[in-house]
C-alpha cells in the first residue's frame, strides 16, 4: 500500500504575531489575476483566504488545517471541495453558496466571498435603465496553499514578524519528541544530582 | 480642522500591531505592546511614514457592507472610491479643491512637482515612469485647471539662493552647515527637537512654497490679473506639504501663497472619479509664462539631487573652472558629495530618514561639523517614496518599489548653469529688481520658529537631559 504523507498547513507563532494583517493583504494579491503593487490599482474589496483574529493579549491568522477527514468536503453536497496533493481545495465552479462547509469547519477557515466583484462590468446589459442588478454571487474561499506560487504561501513570505511557518506534521512531532528527550534528560540529570 | 491633526488613526480599524510607532521618526505614536494607537498632533511632523506602512485595511468579513460607504463620507473621500481603507490615513483636501474648480471666478492654477510623475502611472497599473509628463498635464487641464506649471523655475530660483547663501556663509563665517529647508518634515523636526539650528537653514523658502510667492506676487500680473483672484495648487508627493502652507511665517501679505496641496494619490482619486484615462491622452504642453526649466525636470525626486545642484551652482557662480563634482561612499542613509572651489572643500551630505539625520545635527550643534550643505529628506528615498504617493501595499516590495521610481525620474543635474538662464536672470532683473542673495527680497525669503518646549519637557532627545 502506497501511504502518502500527512497534508502540511500554515501555522502562525501566537507570541511573535502583532495582527498587522499583512498576511490578509498577501494572500488577496497572490489570489488576483495580475498582483496589484500599490493600494491606489486595486478597484474591488480585498479577498484573502486568512482570516486574522486580534484579542486583547493575542492574536493569529486562523488559516485552513488542510485536515485529513476535511468535514467541509465531507458535508459538501456538490462534490465542490476535494483532496488534490496535500491540499483540500474548492472547486469555485462547482460550489453553489449553500455554506455548509463554512457550518462544518471546526476552525472558522472558510468564508463567503464575493467571487465575481466584475460581474456588472462584465454584463453591460446590467447598466441599462430598468436593468435588474446583477446579485454578487459568494463562493466558498480558503486556503489553497497557494496552489501554484512558485515561491510558496504569500503569506509566509511576506509577514514583517515571520510569525508564519508552513508546518510538515511528522517533522514537527519528530522535532517535538526531540526536545521532549533533552528535557527528559536533564530532568533525569537533575532529579539524580 | 486644524493642519495639526492632518495624520490620523482610525480606531475601528487599528489592530494596535505597532508598526506604525515603528517607522515614525519622532516618535510621535505611542509604542507599547497591543496598545491602541493614537498620533500626538504636536509632535507628529506629518511625514505620512505611518499611512504608507499601516496594514491593518477594512476587511469585507469583519464589518456590515454599509460601514464602508458611511467611513468613505467620514474621510470626505469621492464615492467612487474602490481602494482598500486603512487605519493610518491623511486628511484628503479633495472637497476644497473640487469646489474650487468649480468656482467660476478664480484662476486656478497647478504648480507641479515632478516628483508626483513618475509614480503616479503605478495608480493606473503601469510601471513607474511610463505616463509621459505631458499625458499629466493634459489630464490636469481636463479636471479644470486654467494654468499648468513646472516648479521647475522656483526649484531653480532656490538653488540659486542656497548657492550664493553658501558661498556667502563660507567666506564670511556663517552659519555651516547650512541646511535646506525643502522638506517641510525636516524643517519641522529641527524646530522641534535641534532649536539652536534654526539659524542654519537656508532663508529661502522651499521650492513649492517658492511656487506659490512667485505665483501670487508675479504671475498673476502677467496673467492680467489680480493675487486675490488666483487659486494656487501645489501637486506635491508630500503629505508635510499640507502643514507647511498653513504656517503663518510663510504668508505673503497676510495671504497664503498656496491654497490648497494635492498629493499624487489625490490627483489619481480625481483622475478616476472623472474617468479620466491619463494612458490614451494627447500630450499637453507645461503653460509657459512661468517658463520650465528642462534640465530640472525631474530632478529633486532623490535624496542628493539639492545638493548635487547648490554645490555645483555655487562653484558656477564663483566661475571656478574644471570643479568637479565628486561623490563618496554612501552609508546610514548618508549620500556625501564635494567639490573644490577655490581651494576650498565643499562638502555636502544628504541624509534619507529623520533619524538618520541625527549625529549629522548633532555635530552641527557642537560646532564640530565638517560638512557645509546639509540636505535632509523625511523619507526613505527622498520624494519619490513621500507621503502622500501610491501607497505600497507589501512592505517587503517598498524597496524595490522605490528603487524603481528613483531609476524612472531623471538623474540629477548639475551642469545645469542657472545663474546664466536667461528666463532667470529676466526675473531677478525685471521682477524682484535685486541679485541672487538679497535677504530684503521678501518674495523668496522666510524665517523659522522654535517649537521646543514641547519637546524638551518630554523628552524628545534623550542626549538633550
Same mark, same amino acid.
Given at each position: 500500500?502506497?501511504?502518502?504523507?500527512?497534508?502540511?498547513?500554515?501555522?502562525?507563532? +501566537? !507570541?511573535?504575531?502583532?495582527?498587522?494583517?499583512?498576511?490578509?493583504?498577501?494572500?488577496?494579491?497572490?489570489?488576483?489575476?495580475?498582483?496589484?503593487?500599490?493600494?491606489?490599482? &486595486?478597484?474591488?474589496?480585498?479577498?484573502?483566504?486568512?482570516?486574522?483574529?486580534?484579542?486583547?493579549?493575542?492574536?493569529?491568522?486562523?488559516?485552513?488545517?488542510?485536515? !485529513?477527514?476535511?468535514?467541509?468536503?465531507?458535508?459538501?453536497?456538490?462534490?465542490?471541495?476535494?483532496?488534490?496533493?496535500?491540499?483540500?481545495?474548492?472547486?469555485?465552479?462547482?460550489?453553489?453558496?449553500?455554506?455548509?462547509?463554512?457550518?462544518?469547519?471546526?476552525?472558522?477557515?472558510?468564508?463567503?466571498?464575493?467571487?465575481?466583484?466584475?460581474?456588472?462590468?462584465?454584463?453591460?446589459?446590467?447598466?441599462?435603465?430598468?436593468?435588474?442588478?446583477?446579485?454578487?454571487?459568494?463562493?466558498?474561499?480558503?486556503?489553497?496553499?497557494?496552489?501554484?506560487?512558485?515561491?510558496?504561501?504569500?503569506?509566509?513570505?511576506?509577514?514583517?514578524?515571520?510569525?508564519?511557518?508552513? $508546518?510538515?506534521?511528522?517533522?514537527?512531532?519528530?522535532?517535538?519528541?526531540?526536545?521532549?528527550?533533552?528535557?527528559?534528560?536533564?530532568?533525569? +540529570?537533575?532529579?539524580?544530582? | 480642522?486644524?493642519?495639526?491633526?492632518?495624520?490620523?488613526?482610525?480606531?475601528?480599524?487599528?489592530?494596535?500591531?505597532?508598526?506604525?510607532?515603528?517607522?515614525?521618526?519622532?516618535?510621535?505614536?505611542?509604542?507599547?505592546?497591543?496598545?491602541?494607537?493614537?498620533?500626538?498632533?504636536?509632535?507628529?511632523?506629518?511625514? @505620512?511614514?505611518?499611512?504608507?506602512?499601516?496594514?491593518?485595511?477594512?476587511?469585507?468579513?469583519?464589518?456590515?457592507? @454599509?460601514?464602508?460607504?458611511?467611513?468613505?463620507?467620514?474621510?470626505?473621500?469621492?464615492?467612487?472610491?474602490?481602494?482598500?481603507?486603512?487605519?493610518?490615513?491623511?486628511?484628503?483636501?479633495?472637497?476644497?479643491?473640487?469646489?474650487?474648480?468649480? !468656482?467660476?471666478?478664480?484662476?486656478?492654477?497647478?504648480?507641479?512637482?515632478?516628483?508626483?510623475?513618475?509614480?503616479?502611472?503605478?495608480? =493606473? @497599473?503601469?510601471?513607474? @515612469?511610463?505616463?509621459?509628463?505631458?499625458?499629466?498635464?493634459?489630464?490636469?487641464?481636463?479636471?479644470?485647471?486654467?494654468?499648468? #506649471?513646472?516648479?521647475?523655475?522656483?526649484?531653480?530660483?532656490?538653488?540659486?539662493?542656497?548657492?550664493?547663501?553658501?558661498?556667502?556663509?563660507?567666506?564670511?563665517?556663517?552659519?555651516?552647515?547650512?541646511?535646506?529647508?525643502?522638506?517641510?518634515?525636516?524643517?519641522?523636526?529641527?524646530?522641534?527637537?535641534?532649536?539652536?539650528?534654526?539659524?542654519? =537653514?537656508?532663508?529661502?523658502?522651499?521650492?513649492?512654497?517658492?511656487?506659490?510667492?512667485?505665483?501670487?506676487?508675479?504671475?498673476?500680473?502677467?496673467?492680467?490679473?489680480?493675487?486675490?483672484?488666483? #487659486?494656487?495648487?501645489?501637486?506635491?508627493?508630500?503629505?508635510?506639504?499640507?502643514? *507647511?502652507?498653513?504656517?503663518?511665517?510663510?504668508?505673503?501679505?497676510?495671504?497664503?501663497? &498656496? %491654497?490648497?496641496?494635492?498629493?499624487?494619490?489625490?490627483?489619481?482619486?480625481?483622475?478616476?472619479?472623472?474617468?479620466?484615462?491619463?494612458?490614451?491622452? !494627447? %500630450?499637453?504642453?507645461?503653460?509657459?509664462?512661468?517658463?520650465?526649466?528642462?534640465?530640472?525636470?525631474?530632478?529633486?525626486?532623490?535624496?542628493?539631487?539639492?545638493?548635487?545642484?547648490?554645490?555645483?551652482?555655487?562653484?558656477?557662480?564663483?566661475?571656478?573652472? %574644471?570643479?568637479?563634482?565628486?561623490?563618496?561612499?554612501?552609508?546610514?542613509?548618508?549620500?556625501? =558629495?564635494?567639490?573644490?572651489?577655490?581651494?576650498?572643500?565643499?562638502?555636502?551630505?544628504?541624509?534619507?530618514?529623520?533619524?538618520?539625520? $541625527?549625529?549629522?545635527?548633532?555635530?552641527?550643534?557642537?560646532?564640530?561639523?565638517?560638512?557645509?550643505?546639509?540636505?535632509?529628506?523625511?523619507?526613505?528615498?527622498?520624494?519619490?517614496?513621500?507621503?502622500?504617493?501610491?501607497?505600497?501595499?507589501?512592505?517587503?516590495?517598498?524597496?524595490?518599489? /522605490?528603487?524603481?521610481?528613483?531609476?524612472?525620474?531623471?538623474?540629477?543635474?548639475? *551642469?545645469?548653469?542657472?545663474?546664466?538662464?536667461?528666463?532667470?536672470?529676466?526675473?531677478?532683473?525685471?521682477? =524682484?529688481?535685486?541679485?541672487?542673495?538679497?535677504?530684503?527680497?521678501?518674495?523668496? #525669503?522666510?524665517? /523659522?520658529?522654535?517649537?521646543?518646549?514641547?519637546?524638551?519637557?518630554?523628552?524628545?532627545?534623550?542626549?538633550?537631559?
Amino acid at each position: 500500500m502506497n501511504l502518502e504523507k500527512l497534508n502540511s498547513f500554515i501555522l502562525a507563532d +501566537t !507570541e511573535r504575531c502583532v495582527g498587522c494583517r499583512t498576511c490578509e493583504i498577501a494572500c488577496a494579491l497572490a489570489h488576483m489575476e495580475a498582483p496589484p503593487t500599490v493600494a491606489g490599482q &486595486i478597484g474591488t474589496r480585498l479577498v484573502p483566504r486568512v482570516f486574522v483574529v486580534n484579542l486583547s493579549d493575542a492574536s493569529a491568522p486562523i488559516i485552513c488545517r488542510h485536515c !485529513e477527514d476535511a468535514p467541509c468536503s465531507n458535508v459538501c453536497k456538490m462534490g465542490a471541495i476535494s483532496r488534490q496533493g496535500e491540499r483540500v481545495v474548492v472547486d469555485t465552479d462547482r460550489c453553489v453558496g449553500c455554506r455548509l462547509c463554512l457550518m462544518a469547519c471546526p476552525f472558522g477557515a472558510i468564508e463567503f466571498a464575493p467571487l465575481d466583484q466584475h460581474a456588472a462590468s462584465v454584463f453591460p446589459s446590467a447598466s441599462l435603465p430598468g436593468a435588474q442588478p446583477i446579485k454578487i454571487m459568494y463562493r466558498a474561499n480558503k486556503c489553497d496553499l497557494c496552489f501554484g506560487r512558485a515561491e510558496g504561501p504569500a503569506c509566509i513570505a511576506n509577514c514583517p514578524e515571520e510569525a508564519l511557518q508552513r $508546518v510538515d506534521a511528522s517533522k514537527a512531532s519528530r522535532r517535538r519528541r526531540s526536545v521532549a528527550a533533552l528535557e527528559l534528560q536533564a530532568g533525569h +540529570t537533575t532529579a539524580l544530582a | 480642522m486644524s493642519a495639526q491633526e492632518l495624520i490620523r488613526i482610525d480606531q475601528e480599524l487599528c489592530t494596535r500591531c505597532g508598526h506604525c510607532a515603528e517607522v515614525c521618526p519622532v516618535q510621535a505614536i505611542n509604542s507599547g505592546r497591543r496598545e491602541t494607537r493614537a498620533v500626538d498632533t504636536t509632535r507628529c511632523v506629518k511625514c @505620512g511614514r505611518c499611512v504608507q506602512t499601516c496594514s491593518a485595511f477594512d476587511s469585507l468579513f469583519d464589518e456590515p457592507s @454599509g460601514r464602508r460607504m458611511d467611513r468613505i463620507r467620514e474621510r470626505l473621500l469621492p464615492a467612487s472610491f474602490a481602494e482598500p481603507m486603512f487605519a493610518a490615513y491623511d486628511e484628503t483636501s479633495l472637497p476644497e479643491l473640487s469646489a474650487a474648480l468649480e !468656482e467660476r471666478h478664480v484662476l486656478s492654477v497647478v504648480h507641479c512637482d515632478s516628483a508626483v510623475f513618475a509614480p503616479l502611472a503605478e495608480e =493606473f @497599473g503601469l510601471p513607474a @515612469g511610463t505616463l509621459r509628463a505631458g499625458q499629466v498635464v493634459a489630464a490636469l487641464r481636463k479636471l479644470g485647471f486654467h494654468k499648468v #506649471y513646472s516648479n521647475t523655475l522656483p526649484a531653480a530660483v532656490s538653488v540659486l539662493e542656497q548657492a550664493r547663501e553658501l558661498v556667502d556663509r563660507v567666506e564670511k563665517g556663517g552659519n555651516l552647515p547650512l541646511i535646506n529647508a525643502s522638506c517641510p518634515a525636516a524643517v519641522q523636526f529641527i524646530e522641534q527637537a535641534f532649536p539652536e539650528l534654526i539659524h542654519y =537653514f537656508s532663508g529661502c523658502r522651499s521650492p513649492r512654497q517658492l511656487a506659490g510667492s512667485l505665483s501670487k506676487a508675479w504671475l498673476a500680473k502677467e496673467l492680467g490679473t489680480s493675487a486675490a483672484f488666483l #487659486y494656487n495648487v501645489s501637486l506635491a508627493s508630500c503629505t508635510a506639504h499640507k502643514f *507647511e502652507v498653513t504656517r503663518p511665517e510663510l504668508r505673503t501679505d497676510g495671504k497664503r501663497e &498656496i %491654497d490648497a496641496v494635492m498629493t499624487t494619490r489625490e490627483l489619481a482619486w480625481l483622475i478616476k472619479r472623472e474617468g479620466i484615462e491619463p494612458y490614451l491622452l !494627447e %500630450d499637453s504642453e507645461f503653460d509657459a509664462q512661468m517658463a520650465t526649466v528642462p534640465e530640472l525636470w525631474g530632478a529633486f525626486c532623490h535624496t542628493g539631487d539639492i545638493s548635487q545642484a547648490v554645490l555645483a551652482t555655487a562653484a558656477d557662480l564663483m566661475q571656478a573652472k %574644471d570643479a568637479a563634482l565628486e561623490e563618496g561612499s554612501e552609508e546610514d542613509g548618508v549620500r556625501h =558629495f564635494r567639490i573644490r572651489i577655490e581651494g576650498r572643500d565643499y562638502q555636502a551630505a544628504a541624509v534619507s530618514g529623520l533619524q538618520n539625520a $541625527v549625529p549629522l545635527l548633532e555635530a552641527a550643534r557642537a560646532g564640530k561639523s565638517t560638512v557645509r550643505f546639509l540636505e535632509i529628506m523625511a523619507c526613505p528615498q527622498g520624494c519619490v517614496s513621500g507621503g502622500g504617493q501610491p501607497k505600497v501595499l507589501l512592505p517587503k516590495q517598498q524597496a524595490e518599489v /522605490y528603487r524603481n521610481r528613483v531609476a524612472a525620474c531623471a538623474a540629477a543635474a548639475p *551642469e545645469a548653469r542657472l545663474s546664466q538662464n536667461a528666463v532667470i536672470r529676466r526675473l531677478y532683473d525685471e521682477v =524682484f529688481g535685486c541679485q541672487p542673495g538679497d535677504k530684503s527680497n521678501h518674495i523668496l #525669503y522666510t524665517h /523659522y520658529v522654535e517649537r521646543s518646549d514641547d519637546f524638551v519637557s518630554k523628552g524628545f532627545m534623550e542626549s538633550d537631559s
